[in-house]
């Protein structure tokens, strides 16, 4: 199994690992076991938790960002972003800023806000000083 992306929840107690076949698994750090696995029918690029917890996100390779609960694993929200795949995903873990950054191959810096369906800023690479 070839893993491309692994991330820790908020509270550390918990793994989330993807490999290349698109199977994310939730994994227990303390009994080292499964708590939960997830199969997608499409490209995931990166994977994380929100900074409360309660949701999981996806990047996948059509440009979309999906939003699913957690722990349930259903999906919440799609949201349509970009016509390029999303390779990065990071939240503000201080919430002083928009909540979530996504980066594309075409070297695109999006920050999205958390009750809007749309980029609300963009950067293009070579313009990272003119920063919001």
């Known amino acids: 199994m070839k893993i491309i992306n692994i991330c820790w929840s908020p509270d550390g107690r918990t793994t989330a690992v993807c490999n290349k076949d698109d ?7 303390r ?7 997830e199969q997608f029918k ?3 690029n990166e994977i994380s938790w929100n900074n409360d917890w309660d949701l999981f996100f996806l990047t996948s390779g059509q440009g979309s960002i999906d ?8 999906l919440q929200y799609t949201l349509n972003a ?5 390779i990065c995903i990071e939240f503000d873990p201080k919430r002083k800023t928009l909540p979530l950054v996504v980066r594309t ?4 810096l999006c920050l999205i806000d958390n009750g809007m369906d749309a980029c609300r ?8 000083d003119q920063a919001v």
Do not use: C
């Not at 699913?68 to 259903?74: A, I, Q, T, V």
């Not at 970009?82 to 999303?86: I, V």
């Open 105 to 108: 191959p075409v070297q695109l």
């Open 42 to 44: 499409f490209e995931v």
């Open 121 to 128: 800023y963009h950067q293009t690479y070579g313009m990272w």
């Open 31 to 37: 009994s080292h076991r499964s708590n939960a696995e």
């Open 82 to 86: 970009h016509p390029a795949n999303f």
């Open 23 to 29: 199977l994310i698994t939730f994994i227990d750090v």
């Open 67 to 74: 939003l699913l609960s957690y722990p349930g694993l259903k």
